[in-house]
């Protein structure tokens, strides 16, 4: 280490909410004789293990008061936290004023994200915004020049090493935890933003409802993944502090760890089948699109029908269902090559036959999703929109619009509302062929709906043992068709529906190729794209 820049830890300042691994620092206090200025319950617990501790109220001259709200908030203690001890005028100052330096502060805050969670109230999360930890952190990051900081427990053994031998830390290390602790700070304030920007929004008597100017959220690492996409590429899974039981804290009970590819592709058919929450729905995916969804009477059903649609791509896929997997889907599933299964919970005897497959991850996630924004990163910036979720009039059957044919019937018309969920699913452009509450036939990610539209019947058609699964069925577009090339090739097929946005400026030449074509066809003025 550079003699130079290195600075032996003489005093320090220990303001911690969360006591775990005092014992390590406590013990190098005492051996190097080091003083130590403490508040509150971290002054009990140091004392507790030897250390001749100081209070802050001994250092300020004054109370902690306010139900603890204000303890360190003293020119006392920020005054020899931010006197930068190589600038002779500071020194001075500390003598003058009789304020002693500290060499070390170690901190960390309030449990805000934990009170959230906890499902807490208001009043009591407002009282774990930690007011007096941040500032001394910032205080101490500042002035990496003199001071180390150190927030994370994970650094306490080095501390107490540093402390002991004598040898404190280089101006370099000091920066590097400087940095750290803004990091810090700053997740710890983005995750109050996020709370505050919930609960506390913008009443009407301010004028029009608005967004922040600035956008700040924060995630927590919970796991470096093996590699991202592709093999040199590093990834790692971050989760949202103020959540649980959601997708990304899923519980895994069973198989090898989760792939960054197989986070993806399990989120995109976790979504899919809630799409359907009124319903027993289950979906197979493969590169986040779906190669097969299906509603059933029984999670059973709904499986084998989805599966059904395409069992050459559900080969090495995701299945994801929106209820407990009985064991007869999982005697259904076990002899199909699945990469992840999720759903709410398992039957004991389900799970335990999974289980059997012992590169098959399993993952219980017993809170359904919620709508939330969506960040997309582009180059020097982020695109954030609202969750497709259905909110539209348009995507209420009772909203459609019917442009041809007759009216559908019950049963025809339960699978366009069915058929118009499930190309939500899809990437565009998207055509989607659905019958009986399930998908038979998928055309997805094409760079035009007429491609989309062969896709989608030759699939429905050459995965099904020489069946015609188009005839009688009906099918979905997620935008308009720009022609009526694309929708010909459906009605060619047997589709007797279709539903779709409309909103083209040929719309009457689609209509009348529909009615010319004898099948039903509704428009709803809302579109569906996913790219």
């Known amino acids: 280490m550079s003699e130079t820049t290195s600075r032996p830890i003489k005093r320090a300042l220990v303001s911690v909410y969360h006591k775990e691994g005092l014992e390590v620092l406590a013990q190098a206090f005492v051996k190097a004789g080091t003083a130590v200025v403490s508040t509150g319950s971290t002054a009990q617990a140091l004392a507790s293990y ?14 902690e008061c306010l139900d603890g709200r204000v303890k360190t908030l003293h020119p006392r203690i920020h005054a020899g936290i931010l006197a930068d001890m190589t600038n002779a005028d500071h020194v001075a100052q500390l003598k003058n004023l009789e304020v002693e330096p500290f060499d070390a502060v170690i901190v960390n805050l309030y449990p805000f994200a934990d009170t959230v969670r906890s499902g807490a109230g208001e009043a009591d999360i407002i009282e774990k915004i930690d007011i007096g930890g941040p500032s001394m952190v910032r205080a101490s990051a500042k002035n990496a020049a003199t001071v180390a900081v150190i927030t994370d ?13 004598g040898e404190g830390f280089t101006l370099e290390e000091r920066r590097y935890l400087a940095a750290k602790a803004f990091a810090h700070t700053a997740a710890y304030d983005s995750t109050i933003i996020e709370w505050a920007s919930k609960q506390w929004t913008k009443p009407e008597s301010m004028g029009e409802k608005s967004d922040f100017a600035t956008y700040s959220r924060t995630w927590d690492k919970a796991a470096v993944l093996r590699y991202g996409e592709n093999s040199h590429q590093n990834a790692s899974l971050y989760v949202d502090p ?34 359907f929450p009124e319903q027993i729905a289950v979906a197979v995916v493969k590169h986040s699109n779906p190669c097969g969804l299906a509603i059933g009477d029984t999670v059973a059903q709904a499986h084998k029908k989805a599966h059904a649609c395409d069992p050459m791509s559900a080969y090495g896929g995701v299945i994801a269902a929106n209820t407990t997997v009985s064991l007869e889907m999982a005697q259904n599933v076990k002899p199909i090559f699945t990469e992840v299964i999720v759903a709410p919970d398992y039957e004991s005897e389900a ?6 497959k012992k590169n098959l991850r399993i993952l219980k996630v017993p809170v359904s999703p919620v709508s939330h924004p ?19 009039e348009g995507d209420n059957p009772t909203n459609w619009t019917l442009v041809a044919g007759e009216a559908a019937d019950e049963q025809t018309l339960a699978d366009l509302q069915f058929a118009w969920r499930a190309v939500r699913s899809v990437k565009s452009n998207a055509i989607l062929i659905a019958h009986d509450g399930a998908t038979v036939g998928i055309g997805m990610g094409q760079v035009n709906r007429v491609d989309s539209s062969h896709l989608a019947v030759d699939r429905a058609n ?27 090739i459906l009605t060619d097929a047997g589709v007797k529906a279709i539903v779709h946005p409309g909103g083209s400026i040929r719309d009457e030449e689609v209509f009348q190729a529909a009615q010319e074509a004898g099948i039903t066809m509704y428009v709803t003025g809302t579109r569906h794209f996913f790219h």
């Open 374 to 392: 969506q960040i997309r990163q582009i180059d020097g910036g982020l695109l954030v929109q609202d969750m497709d979720i259905f909110q539209s």
């Open 153 to 165: 427990p994970a650094d306490y053994a080095l501390l107490a090493e540093r402390v002991d031998n």
């Open 50 to 63: 030897g250390v001749d501790v100081t209070s802050a109220e001994q250092v300020t001259g004054f109370p």
């Open 462 to 488: 050459t995965l099904a043992d020489g069946a015609n699964r188009t005839q009688g069925a009906v099918a979905a577009s997620d935008a308009f068709f720009p022609f009526a090339d694309g929708m010909k």
């Open 351 to 356: 799970l335990e036959l999974l289980q059997t």
């Open 242 to 275: 103020l959540t649980s039981g959601d997708f990304a804290h899923a519980e895994q009970l069973g198989g090898k760890p989760m792939s960054y590819n197989n986070y993806v592709d399990a989120d995109s058919a976790w979504r899919s089948v809630w799409d």
